[in-house]
């Protein structure tokens, strides 16, 4: 997009690509799955012109920023480490960012703020709240037992499996299935039948989503493959072993949460209730608004990006 510039950082020995445009205090951009730095497109237009520098990496495992083989190189602990090394290399060592986050993103954006509320401002996270670590579940056989075999988190974790379903759709099928899921209900993977559609069937794309902004995606994803991303989600129960040290911690960080009522996420088991019923403002005591879009799916940055650029700059406007 135009006037958006690209470089390559290297944090922590791996070379991480990022997108950046404006002059200002910058925000942090962090995406989620199957998304890159092309998720926030439409933010870093809008926040560059109102006075910030706005930074959107693709993460590791991501488009053009390196891949890890090593499953165990997609911790909590790797991701924030590398946010970390690329706020030091863009904002200087000791100085705090705006962050915002978007699923997977959202979730690592809750822990580098878990982790190092020192350099973040403000934080505004979209589509998944902060999940406070349950000392007595583990999270993979929780999901299991609530949502069965065919969820596709479990789906996931056996290595190999689901990318070899994925290459026989298509990363451009699969990129526009993951995009077109509008169902408030657990997405579901049925092992040979993936999104259980036929691999010629026709997807219509929502008015938000164009067949380039899909290729662009498919582009990136054929050329990487989708194990970098998934293997976050093969890290869910060593990400609960490695954070047994933050059982009970708080976020204490200003936060701003967005979701769309269509959301799968929102709509999962007991998460309203935390929202609303007094968990979520206990375990993130700065939260300072939660912002519920009626009608909207998960991909709220884009289905609704002027709205969602014009709450968060209200936002970090206040700092």
Same mark, same amino acid.
């Given at each position: 997009?135009?006037?958006?510039?690209?470089?390559?950082?290297?944090?922590?020995?791996?070379?991480?690509?990022?997108?950046?445009?404006?002059?200002?205090?910058?925000?942090?951009?962090?995406?989620?799955?199957?998304?890159?730095?092309?998720?926030?497109?439409?933010?870093?237009?809008?926040?560059?012109?109102?006075?910030?520098?706005?930074?959107?990496?693709?993460?590791?495992?991501?488009?053009?920023?390196?891949?890890?083989?090593?499953?165990?190189?997609?911790?909590?602990?790797?991701?924030?480490?590398?946010?970390?090394?690329?706020?030091?290399?863009?904002?200087?060592?000791?100085?705090?960012?705006?962050?915002?986050?978007?699923?997977?993103?959202?979730?690592?954006?809750?822990?580098?703020?878990?982790?190092?509320?020192?350099?973040?401002?403000?934080?505004?996270?979209?589509?998944?709240?902060?999940?406070?670590?349950?000392?007595?579940?583990?999270?993979?056989?929780?999901? $299991?037992?609530?949502?069965?075999?065919?969820?596709? *988190? /479990?789906?996931?974790?056996?290595?190999?499996? =689901?990318?070899? #379903?994925? &290459?026989?759709?298509?990363?451009?099928?699969?990129?526009?299935?993951?995009?077109?899921?509008?169902?408030?209900?657990?997405?579901?993977?049925?092992?040979?039948?993936?999104?259980?559609?036929?691999?010629?069937?026709?997807?219509?794309?929502?008015?938000?989503?164009?067949?380039?902004?899909?290729?662009?995606?498919?582009?990136?994803?054929?050329?990487?493959?989708?194990?970098?991303?998934?293997?976050?989600?093969?890290?869910?129960?060593?990400?609960?072993?490695?954070?047994?040290?933050?059982?009970?911690?708080?976020?204490?960080?200003?936060?701003?949460?967005?979701?769309?009522?269509?959301?799968?996420?929102?709509?999962?088991?007991?998460?309203?209730?935390?929202?609303?019923?007094?968990?979520?403002? $206990?375990?993130?005591?700065?939260?300072?608004?939660? *912002? /519920?879009?009626?009608?909207?799916?998960?991909? =709220?940055?884009? #289905?609704? &990006?002027?709205?969602?650029?014009?709450?968060?700059?209200?936002?970090?406007?206040?700092?």
């Amino acid at each position: 997009m135009e006037g958006i510039e690209h470089r390559t950082i290297t944090v922590n020995g791996i070379n991480m690509h990022v997108a950046e445009k404006g002059q200002g205090p910058v925000i942090l951009f962090v995406h989620g799955f199957p998304e890159l730095w092309y998720t926030w497109r439409h933010q870093i237009v809008a926040l560059a012109s109102l006075g910030y520098r706005a930074v959107a990496p693709d993460l590791r495992g991501y488009g053009e920023t390196d891949a890890p083989c090593s499953i165990a190189s997609y911790t909590y602990f790797d991701i924030v480490g590398d946010l970390i090394a690329l706020i030091d290399a863009i904002a200087g060592e000791d100085e705090k960012v705006f962050v915002v986050g978007h699923d997977w993103g959202a979730v690592i954006s809750w822990n580098l703020c878990l982790f190092r509320p020192d350099r973040v401002k403000a934080l505004v996270n979209l589509s998944v709240a902060f999940n406070p670590r349950n000392p007595n579940r583990k999270p993979y056989e929780t999901l $299991r037992a609530l949502y069965g075999d065919d969820y596709y *988190v /479990v789906r996931f974790q056996e290595p190999g499996e =689901i990318e070899a #379903e994925f &290459a026989e759709i298509g990363a451009a099928t699969v990129v526009k299935e993951f995009y077109t899921y509008r169902s408030p209900k657990p997405l579901l993977l049925p092992k040979g039948k993936a999104f259980g559609h036929p691999k010629d069937a026709q997807i219509a794309l929502p008015d938000w989503m164009s067949e380039e902004d899909i290729n662009y995606y498919a582009s990136k994803f054929e050329k990487t493959g989708f194990t970098g991303g998934i293997n976050y989600y093969r890290n869910i129960d060593r990400n609960w072993e490695l954070t047994a040290p933050w059982t009970g911690a708080q976020v204490k960080v200003p936060v701003k949460f967005m979701v769309g009522d269509q959301d799968l996420v929102y709509n999962s088991y007991g998460t309203k209730d935390y929202i609303h019923k007094g968990g979520f403002k $206990r375990d993130v005591p700065f939260l300072e608004d939660v *912002v /519920v879009l009626e009608g909207v799916g998960h991909f =709220i940055n884009e #289905e609704k &990006a002027d709205e969602v650029n014009k709450l968060i700059y209200d936002f970090f406007s206040n700092f």
